[in-house]
Each structure stands twice: as structure tokens, then as C-alpha cells.
């Protein structure tokens, strides 16, 4: 409940101060979700479609539509397509302004107008729970010992999952294979299986395997410890695990935001009218109880804010896809 | 001139190739070589495509191979004048469907191309044949729009109507 | 037996009138979108998925397995009557089914493929009920090496004997994996072959493919000799359905064989498209001697059938006891499960026993619903036949482009249906042999997938394919699946030839 808090009083410190609500959607809103079924951002936005039909937060019904091709592309050239269409929303992660930086791609950050973001995941190192690797350093020493020796399991390729490793390695002079599996979920069990040695899935990715044993998270790369939870393994709960900065990784925070866009060339007062209404759904109890089930931080964004935070995730980005090669010219 | 059954099968095992070709060129660009990580992203899709490429080759050989032997298969006429006529009739339809359907979206198409055919080809009376047209439009509406919201393709009818 | 008696607990947990509504109400809608090629259980499991919100946990899961078992059958019923496969994983049922209906015996082949189908689902789920911790604990041993050996026996196992010219299945072969490299690259996250063409970005749909081959292609062969359906039943006879049914007992090697590899697909990745593709392979290699295979012989239907349940139904397990979805549907049943707030994992089985064995005692009796209901259906979809082709026809024409197009929401696929078509009609004049490209289609990007980790893994070294026991005997039983019915039948053509020489 902390963490929800938390994401109140920031929510309150953005606040929108538009005129009286100009724009309504004339037709059924299409939310168009860069992942296939099943994914984080479709359970993301299903929930938000689940929380605007029950509190009835728009007048017009809702269609979902599942446009995961290319690691979420095809979402945000479909955005491309249909400029100005103030009736469709686009849910995304970071990838909206990460891709193009990765992969030849007909769109760019030009194509896409922010509207909000509502919750941040976080990424943990995790190692299989019988593995002699008790703490980060232990983890980066050994693959000091033997460079390429230490393997990292992760989603997809040059993603969110490998930034971070390449990000790791390159804090700490190290390196680590890495191996691209297709979802957070066969990558949690190759760790279990003792496939790999280690990786950084986000918490509810793991946290089956935790309960068992058969994982445990050694950091969490965040500036402050997560919000107090139950005990899940052990004795140990989420709020328990220390930053990864205060245990020899110099990376102070990384997480990957949950947020929502409308197509360039969208009406201000559409783009208000939206970001009032995902406000709405963030202080709901339902949201809370999304938040604290997928174990994310929840925290409203919108507006100046919002731009900021991309500018700046962005830039950090861009530096570590610049010193690894992946840039696309 | 007839079309034998070896005609089409050059044609086909030609244009296969090119297909080969056209993957494994198109792979050229991505590396295919084996890096110290594996094969680099272009090297199935190469090496699949040259793979193509031989396998249609022989497939026309085989073909030519079969003529020279006298085989009576290849000398068969691919598709009677009669059995021609009918799969246009059939195939011209339908790809005015498609083409009308990516203009005017899939109700317009598909009422259309169902009176076109029931129409023409059945021979029912053409009040009938849009008729059924009609009602199968409404339905495929309420199935997939209504029931199961899935969206279907729309043009500027439905957009006129206010249909979304 | 510890299991029995939570199982018990389970059988109360469901059987109570609000489950078994929720359990009809499931399977025909799942009827419904299997049928619609386009509509699959994905689809329909997503929609239901916001109506389940308001229900509790043990509710919601069965009404979504219930429509996922009501998609399976439905997606058979076309491939027979058709040959447009529902869903992918019924693309095998129209090898033998289709043939079979076509030659006026649709009631016949509907009923063998319900019925082994729902034997199979049952073998599925008695092994899940038995064998549920230590499936788990198995599952956990595949890496990307033993990942890329399940995939590799599924080929080998398929292709081993066709009876196709060689040259020509390696040109569909060939084709098919070409077509499945098209796209993002999971491993090394490059797009490839898309040409700069936005529509190629997700790569060339496997059910795209399907729905022109076998849909557009069959209804252009059944044109070229009239407008009307080949072989259409002269009459329907619920008795016909009792015969059938008596007749199953002769295919007991061929159901126990394809249960077997059902289970085994399910559990380890391979997934229920892979395992009736394997089955039908098996199939057509070990059944004694009889009508050709895709003629419309009734081990080609009960084969594919009951792997496909029985891989189905065991695919549940990784999904609740893992996290790891070995199918579509499963994925979103997954994100259904988050969201009630249950974890998939190794401990949903310790936590949360109701709603585990709710689940598994419901499948018991939601399989038998779904027999019954389909096969009252069975009259109905036969009768379909009757309508006139220049009616009907055009409504299947529109019902596949219109499916293909909800695949992606994308009217490029239209063309490539249209082409897909004319390519199914050329091939099957010619006599290309179709089922290896839609094979390769299916599995080939993800053999390509595994293969490159094992090889990230091991530094280049294709000694990974047998660095232990589990990932070498996988990679022998498959070479010898290869190589074995190869080398027999060479011999036999040494011998025969040897015979005809002394004979001369």
C-alpha cells in the first residue's frame, strides 16, 4: 500500500490543470497493445479496460487489439498510420522510443505524443536458489574470473533485459554471455532448470519460482528497497532484498515504465481528456491491487514530467546501445 | 497452344527459384557467415534459400528428365478449357473481393462478391442472390463485431452510416 | 494416492450446477470460434477474460478451459468437412479427414476425430491427475539444446517416410522454412527478408498461409470439375455415429501411441501443433498395410486427433506449474491467472489445491460435455454440405479471407491468401506435397530459435546436442526415426530387385 502512496502524492505533485473536459471519444476506443496476448503489456492494458468498464470512466466501450509484431513495433506503426485518430491508444514500455534506436524501423518518437505512464517495473538479479552466488559481488567476480564464462538468461534481443546486462557489464568491467529467450516465463525456468546462472526478470516473473525456492533475488536495481511485502520464501519478502547499488553494482536505478501514448497530431484537449481518465483508473483499488499482485511501483506520470523522464531514460539508453554496437544508423 | 503439365511445371519450379534467390540475396545483408556467438542472423535463411534454389532446379530436371522419357503424365494438358473457364470463373470473383474489400472494407466485398457469384454462377434471381448477400454481412456484423468484438475492415460506407 | 483424494476434493469443487452451466456455456462458445478460422481460442479466451473479473478464481478457469477444449474440437470439424483447418493444431485431421468426407463418409470421419480426440484429452488428463509434481520437476531439465532435440524429432519423425517424391518435399520443405525466417529474430533481434515492406514486420502468418493453401486451394480444385462439393453424404444417420464408435477399439495401437506422444509433447515443448504433426508421421510409418495414407484411412484421423487433445490438455501443466506456455491459449489463460492474483508456479499446487484440482476435476467432466455436444453438432455441420456450392461456397470464400484478415487486422493478407490459394491449387496438381511446408512453418523458427542459444551457449560446440542423457537420446531416437524406415526401405527395393533379376 506504500508504494501506492507514493504514487498519490506524485500523481498530486503533476496534476493536470485543464479547462473543463472539451473531448469525448466519438466511437468505441481502440487500445492498441505493442505485445501479443498474454504479455505484460497486455495484461496492462486489460486491466486498465477492466477498470475503465467498472467504474464506468468513458462513455464509449473498448476493443482491444493485440499488434506485437517486431518486439512491439507493428503497435506504433499502426500509430504511424493513423496520425490524428484521437480514438485510439497505444500501450507500450520503454520500447515506444527504444526501438527505433535498435532496428531499421518506418517510425520514429515524431509518430508517438505521450500521455501517460502508470507504473514502473522493476528488474532484480536472481540466481538459481541453491547457487553458490549468495550476493551480487560474488555473482561479478566470477565472471570476472572467467570472462564470458557466466550466463545470463533474458527476454528477447537488444531489449529491455540485455540493455541492462550490457548496462552491468559495462559498470563493472565485465562480461557475461547472454542468452535471449521468448518471454519472462521460459527465462524464469531455465534459471530454475540450472540452464543458466543468472537472470534479471522483473518480479512477478519469478516470483512462482521464488515461493519455491527454486530461485532467489540477490538486488534489486533501485534507488530505494521495494515496498514491504510478505514474507514470500524463507522469511524474506520483497522490501527485504537490497539495492543493487548499495551491494557493489553502481547502477542506482532501472526500471521499465508501463505507459500509454496517442498518435502525433492528437488534439491536446483528446490527450487531457485521456490522461484524466488513467489518473482515475491509478487511484482506484483495483489498480493498487494490480500494482501489488505484479509487484510494480506504482506511480502516476503525465505531462512535463513524463516528457522528462523519456528524455532522460532515452539518453541513458542510447549511451549503453552506443557503446555495445547496436545503434542502427 | 495447350498447356502441358511439364509447362507448368517449369513455370513453377522457376519461379521457386526465384524465391530462393530472392531470400537468400536479401539475407546477404544481415552476415551469413558463423560468428564466435553461432550463425550470424543471415545464415539460415541463406543457406535455406540456395537449398531452394537446387531443389527446384532438380524438380525441373526431373520434370524435363520424364518428358524425355516418354512419360505420358507430362504431356497431360494441366487444365481442360472447360476446367479453365470454370476455376476463373471462380478465382476472377474473388480477387475483385479482395481488391474491393481493401477499398470499401469487408461488408461492401463480401454482399457483393455473394450476389456477384449466386447471381452469375448459380443462376438464382438477382433480388435473391443480394438478398443472401445481405443477410450474410449482418451476420458475419453480429458474429464478430457484436459477439466477439473483433473488428473488421471498414471503408467509407460504413463510415458514412456511422458504423464503427 | 494422495493425489486421488485431492482429486476427490476437486470432483466436489466442480460438479455443482453453477460449474457445469459455466462448463456448457464454455465449450460452445469455444465451438463457435473454433469453427471460424481466424476466431481461435486466443481470441475468445481474451474476450471472456474481463467477463471473469467479477468471478471467482475456480469459475473463471473453468469457463476459460472449457471454451480453450470446445476451440480444439471445433477447429476439427472444419479441417473434415472443409479442409480449413480451425486451428492450427487441427491442420493434420485434414489430411485423412477431409479425403474421407469427401468421399461421402463426413459423419464417419466427424465422429472418429471427437471421439479420439476426446480419449486422448482423457489420457492427458489422468496423467496430469497422476504424474503432476514429477512432470514438473522433468520439464525443468529442458534447456535450448533439449528445446532444438524436441523440435528435430518432430521433424524427423514427420518426414521420415512420405510418399511424395523426395526432390518435391524438399522444395516445400525448403519453402516453408524460408517463409518462417521472415520477421524479427527473437536471438539476435534483427528483422529479416521483410524487404522494407511494414506488413512482412511480424512475419509471414503461419495461419495466413494455412487458410489459403488448404481453404482456397481446395475450393479452386473442387471448381475446376463443377460447382458443387465432391462426394457429399446422401444421407445423415445418427446411427452412423454408434457404428463408429464400435469401430474405435480397432485403433488401439494407433490411439495408445498417439496419446503417448501427445503427453510427451505437451509436457516438453512441443506443443499440440507439433504432436499431431509427429502422431500422423508415426502413424503412417508403423500401421500395418491397408489404404494409403490421405486417402481417408481412419488411423490418419484418429492419429493427429488424439495427440492433439491429449498434448492439449497436458500443456496445462508447464503453464500452472511453471509459468511457461506452451501454446497460445495457454499464455492468456496465464495473464487471466495473474490477474485473479494467483501465481503459476511450482507452489500453485501446495496454495492453492481447490483451485488446482477445481481445475483438473473439471476438465474430467468439461472433455465429456464437450464429446457430447459436438457430437450432437454433427448432423448440423454435415447438413452445411447440402446447401448449394454457389451459396456455400462463396461463404466459406469469405469466412477464410475474412479470418485471415482478423489474424493481423491487415489487408495485405488478403494477397497473401489469394496467392497462398493459387499456390495450395498449383502444388497439389503437381503434386508438391504440402504438409512438410506448413511443418516447417510451424516449428522452424523455433528449431532455428534453439538451435542458436545451444550455440551461444556452448561457444559454437555441436557437442551440446549430446552433452547428457536426456538431449542424446532425443537426438538418436530422432536420427533413427530419419534414418531407419529410410534404409528398410531401400532394402526391400534391393530385394525385390534381386527377386525380379533371379526371376528373369
Known amino acids: ?329 | 497452344m495447350r498447356i502441358k503439365r511439364l509447362h507448368v511445371e517449369i513455370a513453377t519450379a522457376l519461379t521457386l527459384a526465384a524465391v530462393g534467390a530472392l531470400g537468400s540475396t536479401g539475407a546477404l545483408e544481415l552476415g551469413v557467415s558463423w560468428s564466435e556467438s553461432g550463425p550470424m542472423p543471415g545464415y539460415f535463411p541463406f543457406y535455406v534459400g540456395i537449398i531452394l534454389i537446387i531443389a527446384a532446379t532438380a524438380s525441373m530436371a526431373q520434370a524435363l528428365f520424364r518428358m524425355r522419357m516418354g512419360s505420358a503424365e507430362m504431356r497431360e494438358t494441366f487444365l481442360e478449357p472447360e476446367q479453365t473457364r470454370r476455376v476463373l470463373s471462380f478465382l476472377l470473383p474473388m480477387v475483385v473481393f479482395v481488391i474491393i474489400t481493401t477499398f470499401l472494407g469487408t461488408y461492401v466485398g463480401t454482399t457483393l462478391y455473394l450476389f456477384y457469384v449466386a447471381w452469375r454462377n448459380g443462376g438464382y434471381k438477382p433480388l435473391i442472390a443480394l438478398l443472401v448477400g445481405i443477410a450474410f454481412s449482418i451476420a458475419l456484423y453480429f458474429v464478430f463485431e457484436k459477439a466477439f468484438q473483433v473488428p473488421l475492415h471498414k471503408g467509407p460506407i460504413e463510415e458514412m452510416l456511422g458504423i464503427y | 494416492m494422495e493425489n486421488f483424494e485431492l482429486l476427490l476434493g476437486g470432483f466436489g469443487t466442480a460438479l455443482t450446477p453453477m460449474h457445469i452451466m459455466v462448463m456448457i456455456v464454455g465449450v460452445l462458445l469455444g465451438l463457435i470460434v473454433g469453427v471460424l478460422p481466424g476466431l481461435g481460442a486466443p481470441n475468445g479466451v481474451s474476450l471472456l477474460i474481463p467477463l471473469t473479473f467479477t468471478m471467482d478464481p475456480v469459475s473463471a478457469i473453468i469457463l476459460l478451459a472449457s471454451m480453450y477444449w470446445g476451440a480444439l474440437f471445433g477447429g476439427s470439424t472444419t479441417s473434415i468437412l472443409f479442409n480449413i483447418p480451425g486451428e492450427p493444431s487441427s491442420v493434420a485431421t485434414t489430411f485423412d479427414g477431409y479425403p474421407m468426407a469427401r468421399s461421402g463418409q463426413s459423419t464417419r470421419a466427424l465422429t472418429l476425430a471427437f471421439m479420439s480426440a476426446g480419449l486422448g484429452a482423457f489420457v492427458g488428463i489422468v496423467v496430469i491427475t497422476v504424474l503432476s509434481s514429477w512432470a514438473a520437476r522433468f520439464a525443468l531439465r529442458f534447456g535450448a539444446a533439449e528445446y532444438f532435440a524436441v523440435y528435430f524429432l518432430a521433424f524427423c519423425a514427420f518426414i521420415g517416410m512420405g510418399s511424395a517424391s523426395p526432390i518435391k518435399t524438399a522444395v516445400s520443405l525448403s519453402l516453408g522454412l524460408l517463409l518462417s525466417t521472415v520477421g524479427m529474430d527473437t536471438v539476435t533481434g534483427s528483422l529479416r527478408l521483410t524487404f522494407g515492406i511494414e506488413a512482412l514486420l511480424s512475419g509471414v502468418s503461419f495461419l495466413v498461409v494455412v487458410i489459403g493453401l488448404f481453404g482456397i486451394g481446395e475450393l479452386l480444385a473442387t471448381v475446376q470439375d463443377g460447382l458443387k462439393f465432391r462426394g457429399v453424404a446422401s444421407r445423415i444417420d445418427p446411427r452412423d455415429v454408434f457404428k463408429t464408435m464400435l469401430e474405435l477399439p480397432r485403433y488401439a495401437t494407433t490411439l495408445l501411441r498417439s496419446s503417448a506422444v501427445g503427453v510427451w509433447m505437451g509436457i516438453t515443448p512441443g506443443g499440440p501443433t507439433a504432436a499431431s504433426f509427429m502422431s500422423y508421421g508415426l502413424a503412417r510409418q508403423w500401421s500395418k498395410p491397408g489404404e494409403k495414407f490421405g486417402t481417408g484411412r481412419p488411423e490418419g484421423i484418429v492419429a493427429p486427433e488424439t495427440a492433439d487433445h491429449s498434448a492439449g490438455t497436458c500443456a496445462m501443466l508447464p503453464m500452472l506449474a511453471l509459468g511457461v506456455p506452451s501454446s497460445a491459449t495457454a499464455a492468456v489463460m496465464m495473464g487471466g491467472l495473474m490477474i485473479w492474483g494467483l501465481t503459476p508456479g511450482p507452489m500453485l499446487f501446495s496454495t492453492q489445491p481447490d483451485f488446482v484440482w477445481g481445475l483438473i476435476a473439471s476438465m474430467y467432466i468439461a472433455n465429456i460435455v464437450a464429446v457430447v455436444l459436438v457430437l450432437a453438432t454433427v448432423p448440423f455441420f454435415a447438413a452445411l454440405l447440402r446447401i448449394p456450392f454457389t451459396i456455400i461456397g462463396p461463404m466459406i470464400v469469405a469466412i477464410c479471407f475474412v479470418g485471415a484478415y482478423t489474424v493481423a487486422n491487415s489487408t495485405s493478407d488478403l494477397w497473401l491468401v489469394l496467392i497462398f490459394g493459387v499456390v495450395g491449387f498449383v502444388f497439389n496438381k503437381l503434386e508438391f506435397p504440402l504438409a512438410p511446408l506448413v511443418l516447417a512453418m510451424v516449428l522452424g523458427g523455433k528449431a532455428e530459435s534453439s538451435f542458436h542459444q545451444s550455440m551461444i551457449a556452448s561457444d559454437g560446440s555441436l557437442g551440446i546436442f549430446f552433452s547428457n542423457y536426456l538431449v542424446g537420446t532425443i537426438m538418436v531416437l530422432a536420427l533413427g526415426l530419419l534414418i531407419i524406415p529410410q534404409s528398410l526401405k531401400f532394402i526391400q527395393y534391393l530385394k525385390s530387385h534381386k527377386n525380379a533379376d533371379s526371376a528373369a
Not at chain 1, 123 to 135: P, Q, R
Request: include cysteine; aromatic fraction near 10%.
Open chain 1, 1 to 329: 500500500m506504500k508504494a501506492f502512496a507514493i504514487g498519490m502524492t506524485l500523481a498530486a505533485s503533476v496534476a493536470l490543470t485543464g479547462p473543463a473536459m472539451a473531448f469525448e471519444p466519438t466511437r468505441p476506443v481502440e487500445f492498441v497493445v505493442a505485445s501479443g496476448p498474454g504479455g505484460g503489456t497486455d495484461n496492462f492494458a486489460r486491466t486498465i479496460q477492466s477498470i475503465i468498464t467498472k467504474h464506468k470512466l468513458m462513455d464509449q466501450s473498448m476493443v482491444v487489439l493485440n499488434k506485437g509484431g517486431g518486439s512491439g513495433a507493428e503497435a506504433f506503426l499502426y500509430a504511424r498510420k493513423n496520425e490524428g485518430d484521437p480514438n485510439k491508444l497505444y500501450f507500450g514500455t520503454n520500447n515506444a522510443y527504444l526501438l527505433p534506436h535498435v532496428a531499421k524501423l518506418a517510425y520514429s518518437m515524431e509518430d508517438l505524443r505521450p500521455v501517460s505512464a502508470l507504473a514502473f517495473d522493476e528488474f532484480l538479479i536472481w540466481v538459481k536458489g541453491d547457487s553458490e552466488y549468495t550476493t551480487p559481488a560474488a555473482l561479478i567476480d566470477a565472471a570476472k574470473a572467467t570472462p564470458n564464462g557466466v550466463a545470463f538468461a533474458g527476454s528477447q534481443s537488444k531489449d529491455t533485459d540485455e540493455t541492462l546486462v550490457a548496462l552491468i557489464e559495462q559498470t563493472t568491467g565485465t562480461k557475461f554471455k547472454y542468452l535471449p529467450f521468448n518471454g519472462g516465463g521460459e527465462v524464469g525456468v531455465q534459471l530454475a532448470g540450472g540452464h543458466v546462472a543468472a537472470n534479471v526478470n522483473n518480479p512477478n516473473e519469478n516470483i512462482g519460482q521464488w515461493q519455491a525456492g527454486a530461485v532467489k533475488p540477490l538486488c534489486v536495481f533501485s534507488d530505494k528497497p521495494m515496498a514491504k511485502s510478505d514474507p514470500v520464501h524463507d522469511g524474506k519478502g520483497w522490501g527485504d532484498i537490497p539495492t543493487c547499488s548499495s551491494a557493489g553494482i553502481n547502477i542506482p536505478s532501472y526500471k521499465m515504465p508501463r505507459t500509454v501514448w496517442t498518435a502525433a497530431g492528437t488534439p491536446d484537449e483528446a490527450v487531457t481528456y485521456y490522461s484524466e481518465v488513467l489518473k482515475k483508473v491509478s487511484e482506484t483499488p483495483e489498480w493498487a491491487e494490480y500494482i501489488r499482485k505484479t509487484s510494480q511501483t506504482g506511480e502516476y506520470m503525465a505531462g512535463q514530467a513524463l516528457q522528462d523522464f523519456i528524455v532522460s531514460s532515452e539518453k541513458n539508453a542510447v549511451g549503453v546501445f552506443e557503446a555495445e554496437g547496436w545503434l542502427v544508423k
